[in-house]
């Protein structure tokens, strides 16, 4: 199967920065879109950013022009980089990523989700 591994998260002050990582291991065949969502308390969970296989990027109009999301395909990792957070950036931040594995003699498609990293903006 596939493991993912998370880690960056902590507490900053507002006007700080972080950055998330989360590396992807396992029977992969082909990693598809990477991305982070995260849920504040009492929230949904939402989208922050995603990257394609490409490169192609999207981020959340509430993170535009602060958060940065990247992708090393060597290394089946995604990054986060957050700058000038807020107060209101403080959630469990997950990472996503759809992949194809190796069963056998054919791949299968997987969506697998990180086990959340707690990131908490505060003075």
């Known amino acids: 199967q596939v493991q993912l591994v998370e880690s960056g998260g902590g507490l900053v002050q507002p006007g700080g920065s972080l950055r998330l990582s989360c590396a992807a291991s396992?029977?992969?065949?082909?990693?598809?879109?990477m991305g982070w969502y995260r849920q504040a308390p009492g929230k949904e969970r939402e989208l922050v950013a995603v990257?394609?296989?490409?490169?192609?990027?999207n981020h959340a109009d509430s993170v535009k022009g602060r958060f940065t999301i990247t992708r090393d395909n060597a290394k089946n990792t995604v990054y986060l980089q957050m700058n000038s957070l807020k107060p209101e950036d403080t959630a469990v931040y997950y990472c996503n990523v759809q992949v194809f594995i190796v069963d056998g003699i054919r791949t299968r498609y997987l969506e697998v989700w990180g086990q959340g990293t707690l990131v908490t903006v505060s003075s």
């Open positions: 990257v394609t296989s490409g490169g192609g990027t």
């Open positions: 396992g029977s992969i065949f082909r990693v598809n879109a």
